[in-house]
């Protein structure tokens, strides 16, 4: 009986003792924390690591050793990239050097936050001094397709509904009509009902070389 009552008692026992071997084993975190010379806790470190330059970071900002972290963070930056702890370490320094030029950290906030201050003051019954209507030329047919084709080089710039427009434009059916334009529009033809088509065929059979042939879709219709 008195063996029975010893395997609880036994089992108890190793169990503290296993909590207080877990509770003795602190992390790096801690230990760099509470050490009393953290120059050489650092050397524990292997250098050129994430957690090296982190820790030497935080040490130097402790230190107030400002322009070292900058230093150490070029060298981080180009080893392991802008991660997490070195957004953190950045953070830390723009806050830290506040003092030291206010303007550099008030401007590091809005570019890490995204902040923009590009509000306007609203004054009762001033007039705008902006435009309150679009220019009609710039809405123009000929404006929209001459920017169109100056933007793209083709008609790539349009779409199919279009067509009927561009066939009848002066920039089409004029005498200065660009021909690569021109049998582009006609490659995209899906009717043969247009009016002076014929022209248009044979002014690109003109500009065609011996060499040079085009294929264009085919089309039927009923007589």
């Known amino acids: 009986m008195r063996r029975t009552h010893l395997v609880p008692l036994l089992i108890a026992f190793l169990s503290l003792m296993e909590i207080r071997?877990?509770?003795?084993?602190?992390?790096?975190?801690?230990?760099?924390?509470?050490?009393?010379?953290?120059?050489?806790?650092?050397?524990?470190?292997?250098?050129?690591?994430?957690?090296?330059?982190y820790y030497t970071c935080v040490h130097l900002q402790n230190t107030l050793q400002f322009d070292s972290v900058d230093a150490v963070l070029k060298k981080w930056i180009q080893a392991h990239g802008e991660n997490a702890h070195v957004q953190e370490i950045q953070n830390r320094q723009s806050l830290l050097a506040f003092e030291k030029n206010p303007k550099k950290t008030f401007d590091f906030i809005a570019w890490r936050l995204g902040l923009q201050f590009n509000h306007q003051r609203h004054i009762p019954g001033q007039k705008p001094n902006f435009p309150i209507r679009l220019d009609p030329k710039t809405l123009a047919i000929d404006a929209l397709t001459a920017n169109a084709l100056n933007q793209h080089g083709?008609?790539?710039?349009?779409?199919?509904?279009?067509?009927?427009?561009?066939?009848?434009?002066?920039a089409f059916s004029g005498e200065n009509v660009d021909g690569n334009r021109r049998r582009q529009l006609l490659q995209r033809l899906?009717?043969?009902?247009?009016?002076?088509?014929?022209?248009?065929?044979?002014?690109?059979?003109?500009?065609?070389t011996a060499a040079d042939s085009i294929p264009f879709p085919s089309t039927s219709c009923c007589c």
């Not at 083709?154 to 066939?167: K, V």
Request: charged residues 30%; without cysteine.
């Open 190 to 208: 899906k009717r043969p009902d247009y009016e002076g088509l014929a022209k248009f065929v044979v002014s690109d059979l003109r500009f065609q």
């Open 21 to 53: 071997m877990y509770a003795s084993e602190i992390g790096f975190a801690e230990e760099f924390a509470l050490s009393p010379n953290r120059d050489e806790t650092l050397k524990q470190l292997i250098p050129g690591t994430d957690d090296y330059y």
């Open 154 to 170: 083709d008609l790539s710039g349009f779409e199919d509904s279009a067509l009927d427009m561009l066939i009848a434009s002066p």
